[in-house]
């Protein structure tokens, strides 16, 4: 999910627990088998000694041997469209690892560092919560790609994408506060040609994805608070391939010089250098690609998509660090316009401030929303579509008196200028003492 460059405001969302820290558990009870019967030899030596029976009487009916009840087999692979619990496809905690990369230079002691093996041994738990959402992520994003085609309605996409995360992760967020169990990490992108972030389709749109189109696809996945963010690009024609080409570079330049101690300003000049020695042409006329300037990776906190450091994409005087322990989202968005995006459009993500100020709400539809929005999301951002599948009704007036109070933040859709294309790609790392993993890596991307 884009990040716009840090304001007064944005660096106060630096998030405490948000959610709950549960995990949901289940346990398979199991009936005990009912005891053998005698021996044989017993039963003989009865039968000697056994009167006649009288005329009449009902003869005993032997007891047999109940067959026992086959298991059924744990499935072993990914239904279509995905349904099955990561948990069944990785019993005990057996997620995969992300791509794993030693830190090089003056941080290369990491690597066989006792000190720094036993700092990444006390994170067991949040390295399990974050490999399943990202296998979570890999799983649904890999048959997103597979399936999604011309002529399919936004809101088809995207609430086939969510329905798929939450059945992975065995959690439907309908019940009370299950949605902060696990579940999405943020509404689902579906950013088309001059829109590069912040748009999800909320109840009513009819937008269908055309054969021209240049969709931005981006995917929020959280356990236990623990959000694994990563973006990709969709196009059906090759004239678009370079400006895929170009984004996709600069994300994995970013990736790739990303560690502990890394400036962020210079690792934007990096970016910046990357996404710009391309071009595309695009029906006969040739486009330099841009880094869209105003718009950056981020660091993740628990329940809070955006932390308290930005990545800027293009050459910067930040000469902030990145620090062991941090998580990033490096993401990069390229652009044949501008390279500069402006707010425009109906809002369809919100999310609770964790610094929200204690004011006293008069409306009362602002005051049962904001307890529905506590309960059930806390501080991970929403779509209005995630109010209405919760049954509520007629909200807007309230959801909007929460936003001029400050207790909710509203995303609205950045859009570069019209006739302009945009593309991103984007990959969650984790910063660990001992190596860098990109949580998000998979065979696509």
């Given at each position: 999910?884009a990040?716009?460059?840090?304001?007064?405001?944005?660096?106060?969302?630096?998030v405490?627990?948000g959610?709950?820290?549960?995990?949901?558990?289940?346990?398979?009870g199991a009936?005990?088998?009912?005891?053998?019967?005698?021996?044989?030899?017993?039963?003989?030596?009865?039968?000697?000694?056994?009167?006649?029976?009288?005329?009449?009487?009902?003869?005993?009916?032997?007891?047999?041997?109940?067959?026992p009840?086959k298991?059924?087999?744990?499935?072993?692979?990914?239904t279509?469209?995905?349904?099955v619990?990561?948990?069944?496809?990785?019993?005990?905690?057996t997620?995969?690892?992300?791509?794993e990369?030693?830190?090089?230079?003056?941080?290369?002691?990491?690597?066989?560092?006792?000190?720094?093996?036993?700092?990444?041994n006390?994170?067991?738990?949040?390295?399990?919560?974050?490999?399943?959402?990202?296998?979570?992520?890999r799983?649904?994003r890999?048959?997103?790609?597979?399936?999604?085609?011309p002529?399919?309605?936004?809101?088809?996409i995207a609430?086939?994408?969510?329905?798929?995360?939450?059945?992975?992760?065995g959690?439907?967020?309908?019940?009370e506060?299950?949605?902060?169990?696990?579940?999405?990490?943020?509404?689902?992108?579906?950013?088309?040609d001059?829109?590069?972030a912040?748009?999800?389709?909320n109840a009513?749109?009819?937008?269908?994805?055309?054969?021209?189109?240049?969709?931005?696809v981006?995917?929020?996945v959280?356990?236990?608070?623990?959000?694994?963010?990563?973006?990709?690009?969709m196009s059906?024609?090759p004239?678009?391939?370079?400006?895929?080409a170009?984004?996709?570079d600069?994300t994995n330049?970013?990736?790739?010089?990303?560690?502990?101690?890394?400036?962020?300003?210079?690792?934007?000049?990096?970016?910046?250098?990357?996404?710009?020695?391309?071009?595309c042409?695009?029906?006969?006329?040739?486009?330099?690609?841009?880094?869209i300037?105003?718009?950056?990776?981020?660091?993740?906190?628990?329940?809070s998509?955006?932390?308290?450091?930005?990545?800027?994409?293009?050459?910067?005087?930040d000469?902030?660090?990145?620090?062991?322990?941090?998580?990033?989202?490096?993401?990069?968005?390229?652009s044949?316009?501008?390279?500069?995006?402006?707010?425009?459009?109906?809002?369809?993500h919100?999310?609770?401030?964790?610094?929200?100020?204690?004011?006293?709400?008069?409306?009362?539809?602002?005051?049962?929303l904001?307890?529905?929005?506590?309960?059930?999301?806390g501080?991970?951002p929403?779509?209005?579509?995630?109010?209405d599948?919760?049954g509520q009704?007629?909200?807007l007036?309230?959801?909007?008196?929460?936003?001029?109070?400050?207790?909710?933040?509203?995303?609205?859709?950045?859009l570069?200028?019209?006739?302009?294309?945009?593309?991103?790609?984007?990959?969650?790392?984790?910063?660990?003492?001992?190596?860098?993993?990109v949580?998000?890596r998979?065979?696509?991307?």
């Open positions: 999910m990040a716009t460059p840090p304001t007064d405001e944005l660096k106060k969302l630096s405490s627990n959610g709950t820290d549960g995990k949901a558990a289940t346990a398979n009936k005990d088998d009912t005891a053998e019967h005698a021996g044989d030899d017993s039963e003989d030596d009865a039968e000697d000694g056994a009167a006649e029976p009288a005329p009449g009487a009902a003869k005993k009916k032997k007891n047999k041997k109940k067959k009840k298991k059924k087999k744990a499935p072993t692979s990914q279509d469209p995905p349904s619990l990561m948990s069944q496809l990785f019993p005990n905690n997620y995969p690892k992300g791509e990369v030693e830190y090089k230079d003056e941080n290369h002691y990491r690597t066989t560092s006792e000190e720094k093996r036993h700092l990444d006390l994170n067991t738990d949040f390295l399990i919560d974050y490999r399943h959402a990202a296998e979570t992520h799983q649904v890999q048959w997103a790609q597979k399936n999604i085609k002529g399919q309605t936004l809101t088809e609430e086939g994408i969510e329905d798929s995360i939450r059945r992975l992760v959690h439907d967020g309908l019940a506060g299950d949605a902060k169990v696990a579940g999405v990490g943020f509404p689902t992108g579906l950013n088309l001059h829109i590069a912040h748009f999800t389709p009513g749109n009819k937008t269908i994805l055309q054969q021209s189109n240049v969709m931005k981006d995917i929020g959280h356990v236990n608070g623990k959000i694994v963010d990563s973006a990709f690009t059906f024609d004239m678009y391939d370079n400006l895929l170009a984004v996709k600069a330049t970013g990736v790739k010089e990303a560690g502990i101690d890394v400036r962020l300003g210079e690792l934007g000049g990096l970016i910046q250098e990357a996404m710009e020695s391309y071009e042409e695009i029906n006969g006329t040739t486009y330099p690609i841009k880094s300037r105003n718009l950056t990776g981020h660091t993740i906190l628990p329940y998509i955006h932390g308290t450091k930005s990545v800027p994409i293009v050459k910067s005087a000469t902030t660090k990145m620090e062991e322990g941090d998580v990033f989202a490096i993401e990069t968005f390229g044949t316009g501008n390279g500069y995006v402006h707010d425009e459009g109906e809002v369809s919100y999310a609770m401030r964790s610094d929200a100020p204690k004011v006293d709400l008069r409306l009362s539809s602002a005051k049962s904001l307890n529905v929005i506590k309960k059930n999301f501080t991970i929403f779509a209005r579509r995630y109010l599948r919760l009704e007629k909200y007036l309230g959801l909007n008196n929460l936003v001029q109070s400050g207790i909710v933040e509203d995303y609205p859709p950045l570069d200028k019209r006739g302009s294309y945009t593309a991103q790609f984007e990959h969650t790392i984790l910063l660990r003492p001992t190596v860098k993993e949580i998000s998979g065979e696509d991307y």
